[in-house]
Structure formats: C-alpha cells, structure tokens
Nanobody, 125 residues
Framework: EVQLVESGGGLVQPGGSLRLSCAAS????????MAWVRQAPGKRLEWVAR?????????????LYIQSVRGRFTISRDNDKNTLYLQLNSLQIDDTAIYYC?????????????RGQGTQVTVSS
C-alpha cells in the first residue's frame, strides 16, 4: 500500500521558517517525481513545488516552483530515507494552508495519483 505521511506543520509568525517532511512507503520512491501541493481556506488546491525522481529522460532532482514561493521555499528529497522535504522560509500570511505531499504518476510534469493526509501551516502574528 502506498502511503505518504506528512509532518512539521505548525503556527509561525510572518517571516519565520518551517520544515515539512513526508515519509513515503509502498513504492519505489526514488523512481518517482514528487510534489507538494497546498490548499488555503476557501481556495483551490494549488501545486507549490515539484522534484524529479531518478529518470533517464530528464535531469535527476530537477525542481519546479510556483512563482509565489520561488526563492523562499526549497523542495528536496532523500532517496535513502524515502523522505521528501519542503523548507519554508520568509513565510507570509498568504502561505497559510494545508500542505500535502503527493506522488506524481510519472515525471515532474505529470499529475499526482497519491496524496497524504496533509499538515497545517498557519502564518499569523
């Protein structure tokens, strides 16, 4: 069974930092692109950051970011630990959302087919 379990969310002041983690199991983690998506209250789900897996047709560990988080958030992965990370720096109130870890169906440009239960990030003074 494929499982994704997020952790690391919490309450932080504007300008603060958090590190989210996602423990993956039940599939060959290193071979799949992964992504973080988020959903703010009353808003649609939006993808935040993507990272490539070990593939022959694209660069390993290539990353993509939504414009609003570029330069502030960093996605990374540890294939030995089957863990995905998202470092959130310079957090803004608009970053408040539930953050979900997702497994992509194929490469970095594909849709996700599995999503974790989410971790709440709240940015407030």
């Amino acid at each position: 069974e494929v499982q994704l379990v997020e952790s690391g969310g919490g309450l932080v002041q504007p300008g603060g930092s958090l590190r989210l983690s996602c423990a993956a199991s039940g599939f060959t983690y290193s071979k799949y692109a992964m992504a973080w998506v988020r959903q703010a209250p009353g808003k649609r789900l939006e993808w935040v950051a993507r990272i490539e897996g070990e593939r022959e047709d694209t660069g390993n560990d290539d990353t993509l970011y939504i414009q609003s988080v570029r330069g502030r958030f960093t996605i990374s992965r540890d294939n030995d630990k089957n863990t995905l990370y998202l470092q959130l720096n310079s957090l803004q109130i608009d970053d408040t959302a539930i953050y979900y870890c997702t497994k992509l169906q194929g490469n970095i440009y594909s849709d996700y087919d599995v999503r974790g239960q989410g971790t709440q990030v709240t940015v407030s003074s």
